[in-house]
């Protein structure tokens, strides 16, 4: 039996340097395989559109929450700021 030329490892990388924004073509390129062999990794590893959708509101749902921290504690500085005003205080 043929010895696989890529480990797990090296599969995972080459479709998470995909999902980072490397073209199949520079994949195929810089990793001597086939695009058939790409995709087919893809759809074994559930990296299909969707899932790529899927990831992509993930994210932004994560930069969504780390921004709405932001907005509160500035908006508590803010009310600091008034309320040493109202007093006269610096």
């Not at 990388?13 to 990793?31: A, N």
């Not at 504690?73 to 600091?80: G, L, M, T, V």
Request: aromatic share 8%; charged share 30%.
């Amino acid at each position: 039996m043929a010895k696989p030329q890529f480990t797990e490892d090296e599969i995972a990388s080459i479709l998470k340097e995909h999902v980072d924004g490397t073209s199949v073509r520079d994949l195929c390129r810089k990793y001597p395989m086939c695009d058939t062999t790409f995709y087919k990794w893809r759809k074994e590893a559930g990296l299909g559109k969707k899932n790529l959708e899927k990831q992509a509101l993930e994210s932004l749902k994560t930069e969504n929450e780390q921004l709405k921290i932001l907005v509160e504690a500035q908006a508590y500085q803010i009310s600091q700021l008034e309320q040493l005003t109202r007093i006269g205080y610096r």
